[in-house]
């Protein structure tokens, strides 16, 4: 019976992370694109201007330079190679506001970079919650 449940349990998750692939895959994944090409000038104020109000809250003055610093190094955003929606962070959603995560890889002016953006949608826009970059070999 436990094991009927959780098998239950698990092909409902599955299929509700697979609606809402396909749901962002038509909002969500557009927006990386934006948001890539609006703060890859690596300026301090493009950037805020993405951020969610916690992501926000959480960062510091200096560590915010220097990650602009080490980004700046990547040049533009170009496209996207690569992206992945994350079932795992949708899933958890469910417990909480709903996170949007993808990884995956982008081309920038100094070659393929690793990507993983998380993403909060407020009032039909969306915000960065979190982000990194990282060089490709």
């Known amino acids: 019976m436990v094991v009927a449940l959780l098998l239950t349990l698990v092909v409902m998750l599955y299929f509700h992370t ?41 960062v510091t003055d200096e560590q915010l330079e220097n990650l602009l610093e080490l980004y700046k190094t990547f040049g533009r ?38 990507l993983n953006i998380t993403l909060v949608e407020r009032g039909g826009f969306f915000q960065i919650y979190n982000f990194a970059l990282a060089k490709k070999g």
């Open 18 to 58: 697979t609606k809402e692939k396909e749901l962002y895959s038509k909002s969500a994944e557009p927006a990386v694109a934006q948001i890539l090409t609006q703060i890859s000038n690596w300026e301090k104020q493009s950037l805020m201007l993405q951020l969610a109000p916690e992501a926000k809250e959480n």
């Open 77 to 114: 955003y170009r496209s996207i190679e690569e992206l992945d929606f994350s079932r795992t962070v949708s899933a958890f959603s469910l417990l909480g506001e709903k996170h949007i995560n993808y990884s995956g890889s982008a081309n920038f002016d100094a070659g393929l970079v690793s």
